[in-house]
């Protein structure tokens, strides 16, 4: 149990497109999903924090208009990264939080962008 | 503020032999959980081990077990005869408000045969 997909894995595109990412909770409801970035041989840096039904809340630095976030049901999130550029590559890694007073968040196997 | 620290930037260890990956946190809240993850060179964070603040017992999952010392606040985890597929990243990490987590900044393990 708690599988938390993230789709697709590995993207390409030219600078200027927008890419979209998505986060799915498998076999639990997510109240709370989290998107992180991560550079090379960094830690995780959260990004921004998303409610089911709200706006997300977004991390000091991070760019809302850039990073758009949705999390249109208990189940799926979506990242958005508009107007890609090449400082955007990253490897993009979501979890999600079933809430319910537990502690463990349960991680998504990565998204690595990289923007021509 | 919180805060999480991993002070082993790279650690080799023989494989077979046990290995411990320091962490120390910070915190004010006298309630918070403790993690550790496993990152593969695919990069997936593969979910270890917690420990919550008031469990009176450390934690074990198979192979590993977290040494948690509260006065210290350290909660290092001991990998129990090291095997090749452990050669990993490691990250500590504590929860936070609203359930984020604050990362350590990792241990990069590599396990010799």
């Known amino acids: 149990g708690a599988v938390v997909s993230q789709h697709p894995s590995r993207v390409i595109c030219k600078s200027g497109t927008s890419v979209k990412i998505e986060c799915r909770s498998l076999d639990f409801q997510a109240t709370t999903m989290f998107w992180y970035r991560q550079f090379p041989k960094q830690s995780l840096m959260l990004m921004a924090t998303s409610n089911e039904g709200s706006k997300a809340t977004y991390e000091q630095g991070v760019e809302k208009d850039k990073f758009l976030i949705n999390h249109a049901s208990l189940t799926l999130s979506t990242l958005t990264v508009t107007s890609a550029h090449p400082e955007d590559s990253s490897f993009y890694i979501c979890?999600?939080?079933?809430?319910?007073?537990?502690?463990?968040?349960?991680f998504g196997p990565g998204t690595r962008l990289t923007v021509l | 503020a919180q805060k999480i620290t991993q002070t082993q930037p790279g650690m080799f260890v023989q494989e077979k032999e046990a290995v411990t990956l320091d962490c120390t946190y910070d915190t004010s809240d006298p309630s918070y959980g403790l993690f550790w993850y496993k990152q593969p060179s695919s990069g997936e964070m593969i979910f270890l081990i917690y420990q919550g603040s008031y469990d009176q017992q450390n934690a074990t999952e198979g192979r590993y077990s977290l040494n948690f010392q509260k006065a210290r606040k350290s909660a290092n985890l001991v990998i129990s005869a090291s095997q090749l597929g452990d050669s990993a990243m490691y990250f500590c990490a504590m929860r936070g408000s609203n359930y984020q987590l604050i990362w350590g900044a990792g241990t990069k393990l590599i396990i010799k045969p």
């Open positions: 979890s999600a939080h079933p809430g319910q007073g537990l502690d463990t968040q349960y």
